[in-house]
């Protein structure tokens, strides 16, 4: 783990790359050193539906969810939060420089009594990303 979801409003497409946000929050991820690049996924879904503040449909947010699995003591998840927040800040300064946006990121621990895991993504690993953290 990490599992990483964003939430935004469906009015940012025309104007971001998610894509490349998502790219951009995996490599932060790893970046930190403290998650299994097996582990690492993100993910993206627009809302179907939003209003924000004042109800001016010109403003946008994206919402960034980061799930992992417990253990990691306050120090190292604070560390993990703030590289992967300035990772979300660097890319949409762009945006935000020229548009109505709030972004925002929540990190919390999953229990793993209750959170099964099962896969063979570690066999398909490219051994030969340097941005891979070993072990």
Request: glycine share 6%; net charge negative.
């Amino acid at each position: 783990m990490p599992h990483i979801s964003i939430d935004y409003s469906p009015n940012l497409e025309a104007d971001i790359e998610i894509a490349g946000l998502c790219d951009a929050l995996r490599r932060a991820a790893i970046e930190t050193g403290q998650f299994p690049v097996a582990g690492v996924r993100v993910r993206a879904f627009a809302a179907t539906h939003v209003s924000i503040a004042d109800g001016n449909p010109d403003h946008g947010y994206i919402d960034i969810s980061v799930r992992l699995r417990g253990g990691r003591d306050l120090p190292t998840r604070e560390r993990a939060t703030a590289h992967i927040f300035a990772a979300a800040e660097a890319f949409v300064a762009p945006l935000m420089a020229r548009r109505s946006l709030a972004l925002s990121m929540e990190m919390r621990d999953i229990d793993p009594a209750l959170s099964p895991k099962s896969g063979s993504v570690r066999n398909y690993l490219d051994n030969t990303d340097p941005q891979a953290p070993k072990g």
